[in-house]
C-alpha cells in the first residue's frame, strides 16, 4: 500500500504552489548518508516553501526508488563492488525506479490544487502528475551542492534515469 504525509503551508489555491514530491530516504533524510543528494533536496523544499510562504511538500513512503529499506541497503553492498545505482537494483531483480507518483496527483487533486510549480529533477513525475490532471506549470530545478560521495550517483541519475540537472 502506497502511503503519503502532505505537509501544507498557507494559500496553496490561488497561485499554483511550488509542489515537492519526495520520496523517503532513512540513510538520507536522517542519517545524513553522503552517498546521494536527498537530504539536501528536502532541506532545500522546505526552505522555499517557508520563503514563499506557501507550497506543498508530499512526503512518500518509496525507499530506495520504490524498493524498500532492505534492498536499498543489498544495492549499497552492490554499489561497493562496483556498480551503479541502477545496476544495483537490476540485478536484485529490480527495474531502476519501482516507483509510481498516482498518490501525490491525488492528494493534489484532494486539496483542490489542479496547477503546480513542481521543484524536480525528475521528468517522471512532471509526467505522471500531467497525466493524473494536475497541471505543471513550471518544473523547478531541485539543484543542490552535493557531497562529492553523491557526484557518481548523480551522473547515474541525469545519463540512465533521464533526471534533468542545470550542472553535474
Excluded: W
Aim: hydrophobic fraction near 40%.
Amino acid at each position: 500500500m502506497e502511503e503519503a504525509v502532505a505537509l501544507v503551508m498557507g494559500d496553496v489555491k490561488t497561485v499554483p504552489p511550488v509542489v515537492r514530491v519526495h520520496s523517503q530516504c532513512l540513510t538520507g533524510d536522517v542519517f545524513h548518508s553522503l552517498r546521494c543528494d536527498c537530504r539536501q533536496q528536502l532541506e532545500l523544499s522546505l526552505s522555499m516553501i517557508r520563503d514563499e510562504g506557501a507550497g506543498i511538500l508530499i512526503y512518500e513512503q518509496q525507499e530506495g526508488r520504490g524498493i524498500g529499506l532492505m534492498a536499498k541497503l543489498q544495492a549499497y553492498e552492490l554499489q561497493d563492488a562496483g556498480l551503479d545505482t541502477v545496476e544495483a537494483n537490476e540485478r536484485l531483480g529490480f527495474k531502476a525506479d519501482h516507483r509510481e507518483f498516482a498518490l501525490p496527483a491525488e492528494i493534489l487533486k484532494a486539496l483542490g490544487v489542479t496547477r503546480v510549480r513542481l521543484l524536480s529533477n525528475n521528468p517522471d513525475k512532471v509526467e505522471a502528475l500531467e497525466k493524473a490532471g494536475v497541471k505543471v506549470v513550471e518544473r523547478v530545478p531541485c539543484v543542490v551542492t552535493p557531497s562529492p560521495h553523491a557526484e557518481e550517483y548523480l551522473k547515474t541519475k541525469k545519463e540512465k534515469l533521464g533526471h534533468l540537472f542545470t550542472s553535474s
